[in-house]
């Protein structure tokens, strides 16, 4: 995000008739993904070697696979508020 804003690209994106918080919904909806698909290849290969629950329902599983995207959903936009305030891309790095 902080690239972003600092190389020019949402100055080019807002010549366009474009929704304006598109660019940082893409983001997010972009790295939210990439943490459920994270999640679900550590899932499957503690399945894979032997993991198993003899005591979580599916709704239960459901439930923690829930909480685990909204984890990811807000220390993403946590990212992205701090990429937003820092002047580069260096300093967005250093603040976590």
Avoid at 12 to 39: C, D, E, K, N, Y
Avoid at 52 to 78: K, P, Q, Y
């Amino acid at each position: 995000v902080s690239n972003d804003m600092t190389e020019g690209i949402i100055a080019r994106f807002r010549t366009m008739a474009i929704h304006r918080p598109s660019v940082l919904v893409g983001h997010v909806v972009g790295s939210v993904l990439q943490s459920v698909a994270s999640v679900v290849l550590v899932g499957a290969v503690g399945a894979a070697i032997g993991f198993r629950s003899t005591d979580a329902t599916a709704l239960e599983w459901l439930a923690a696979f829930g909480l685990l995207v909204l984890f990811a959903l807000a220390f993403t936009w946590i990212a992205v508020g701090m990429g937003l305030i820092s002047p580069n891309a260096e300093a967005a790095s250093n603040n976590a």
